[in-house]
């Protein structure tokens, strides 16, 4: 699937009525495209950039009821979404993992034990689950000895789940291709198509990877806008006013020798007392996140950690974990993304609600907010108001699988021991068994100290829509965030396992070498910010140089 020269044919298929266009191809698109694909609709999702370029790949990784939203009194939104987190470790086992929180209680903290005793029993009474527990300070301590003994009266363990982003987008939108729907990225909507009498009924999109700018136009029934945060920019062509207030959200991720964890750390910031989090996840551990109100003029750029907030997590992270000493060497990246939440003028905005929203105007749909972890039931409403629209008026409320079940043969020798076995099942699905087969055996060894195979970088090489190196290096494989300097230091390695499968001549491979370093280094180095590092470098030695 998405084979050299994928882009092509599915331009030259595109010139035809749909039922449904949807524009983005966030974890918002994705949902949609697999809920309409599986009704047996004609529908094609545009995505500007590469899929899960935007806030989908910038996530805090957490499948989630938003234990903190309880503390804002937002119950709804956490009952909707333990239940979904459920549903997931149940539907997509190895994608979604299990992830255990320990919830220290420190006396200075404000918030007395027995309140965040209660939190967490309401918490698993919501899901419907018991999965908490008491500790006593030795207890906790015994469990997290990096953790600040100072003030601490013990605390509890509750759970919650976590998942790779970047990968949950793109198996939703490949098992949703695979039942029928079309999925094209660097494909910008540029316009909305209206009848006479201003309905949407279409969209201009533009080919994003053809120097020429080819543009088409689509008509389809119903077209839907999960833009993300880029959504009320969409709805500016039907003159809808702005609702949106993009949060910046950033996190620091560190190598795990340096701060190793067993289980999620809930902690609250010295300062200002706000909810954070420090988990292990894929062979880092990540600390997050800010809560910002995004700048206007940095709008169309992509977002980064500014120096202030870098500051902050680091403070949190070396007031809750002093015995580590981390300081800023220790960071490995950064990444940040922008929360799509609706505009209640909150003052702070963290207290803004994390419940999504259903608009429609002029028959345009927008479906934003929520979060990942509730992606289906945002898909099934957005569907069920566009229904009476579509073809037979299908019924979105029917329960209906989202993952594919996991294949039930695998080849024999198997070329990959349980622990990757487990994690390429999660990431690949049903497509396990053709990447086991059909990569190099000898491929098959861990990248560094990560859970990630070698193999999986000539895969998305060969198979999985790669169109620029960024594509490959942050959102299908995820060394960009989880390696030093990008992985800069492997530079010959990736080199010699995905030039050839992207059929790019030496030329392509170095200015797609040097964009990448150059985009690394602006967004999601440990100081982004302006580009340090020179156009014309060509690899890993630029960067020790
Ligand atoms: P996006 O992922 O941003 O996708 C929108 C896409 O639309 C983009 O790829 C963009 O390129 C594309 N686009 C824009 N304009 C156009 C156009 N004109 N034509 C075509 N395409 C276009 N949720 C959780 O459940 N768990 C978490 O742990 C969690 N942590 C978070 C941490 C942070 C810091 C942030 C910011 C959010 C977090 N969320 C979390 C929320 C969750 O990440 C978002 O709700 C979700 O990713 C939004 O997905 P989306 O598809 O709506 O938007």
């Known amino acids: 699937m998405w084979h050299r020269g994928w882009r092509d044919s599915i331009w030259s298929a595109m010139d035809q009525p749909w039922d449904m266009v949807i524009i983005g191809g966030g974890i918002t698109g994705a949902g949609l495209l697999r809920e309409a694909a599986q009704a047996g609709l004609r529908v094609l999702l545009l995505e500007a950039r590469d899929f899960a370029f935007g806030t989908s790949s910038r996530s805090s990784k957490l499948v989630h009821g938003g234990f ?16 979904e987190r459920e549903w997931m470790l149940h539907e997509a086992p190895h994608l979604v993992t299990p992830l255990k929180f320990l919830l220290p209680s420190y006396a200075s903290a404000g918030t007395p034990k027995w309140q965040l005793g209660l939190g967490v029993f309401l918490y698993d009474v919501l899901a419907p689950k018991w999965a908490h ?4 300070v030795q207890q906790l301590m015994r469990l997290c000895p990096l953790m600040n003994p100072t003030d601490l009266q013990g605390g509890y363990e509750y759970f919650d789940s976590e998942v790779d982003d970047a990968r949950l987008v793109l198996r939703v939108i490949r098992e949703a291709v695979q039942t029928g729907g079309v999925a094209l990225n660097y494909a910008p909507v540029e316009r909305l198509l209206r009848t006479a009498d201003g309905q949407v009924c279409g969209v ?11 543009t088409l136009e689509i008509e389809a029934k119903v077209v839907i806008n999960a833009a993300g945060p880029w959504s009320d920019e969409v709805r500016s062509q039907v003159g809808a006013a702005p609702r949106l207030r993009k949060l910046r959200g950033s996190h620091l991720v560190f190598d795990a020798e340096r701060l190793p964890l067993k289980q999620a750390v809930t902690l609250l910031h010295p300062a200002d007392n706000r909810a954070m989090f420090a988990f292990p996840w894929e062979g880092t551990t990540v600390i997050g996140t800010t809560d910002l109100d995004h700048p206007a003029d940095l709008d169309q750029d992509d977002p980064f950690a500014t120096p202030e907030e870098i500051d902050y997590m680091l403070a949190a992270a070396r007031f809750s974990f002093p015995a580590a000493d981390l300081t800023p060497a220790d960071v490995l990246s950064t990444y940040s993304g922008l929360r799509p939440v609706i505009n209640t003028g909150k003052a702070s905005p963290s207290q803004e609600s994390r419940a999504h929203v259903v608009w429609q105007e002029d028959g345009l749909i927008t479906l934003t907010g929520g979060k990942l972890t509730i ?3 945002m898909a099934k409403q957005a569907l069920q108001l566009a229904s009476s629209r579509l073809p037979g008026s299908p019924d979105f409320t029917l329960p209906r699988r989202i993952f594919n079940p996991l294949p039930r043969s695998l080849p024999a020798p198997l070329p990959v021991d349980i622990n990757q076995l ?18 190099p055996a000898g491929e098959f060894t861990c990248i560094h100290a990560l859970p990630s195979v070698w193999a999986e970088l000539r895969w998305a090489a060969r198979e999985e829509g790669v169109v620029h190196l960024d594509d490959l290096l942050l959102r299908r494989v995820r060394l960009g965030i989880l390696l030093p300097n990008g992985g800069a230091e492997e530079y010959d390695h990736i080199r010699a396992l995905a030039q050839d499968e992207l059929g790019w001549d030496d030329d392509r ?7 990448y370093l150059d985009l690394w280094q602006r ?23």
């Open 68 to 83: 903190r939203y309880l503390r804002n009194g937002q119950i709804s939104v956490t009952r909707e979404s333990v239940r």
């Open 133 to 136: 527990r008491g500790y006593s």
């Open 204 to 214: 201009v999109v533009r080919d994003a990877d053809d120097f020429a700018g080819r």
């Open 375 to 377: 992606f289906r039931i």
């Open 422 to 439: 487990s994690y390429l099942l999660g990431r690949y699905g049903a497509e396990t068994p053709a990447l086991l087969s059909s990569m």
């Open 509 to 515: 491979w170095e200015s797609e070498w040097n964009a």
């Open 523 to 545: 967004r999601y180095s440990p100081t982004p910010g302006e580009s340090s590092i020179s156009l014309n470098v060509s690899h890993a030695s630029a960067l020790s140089a």
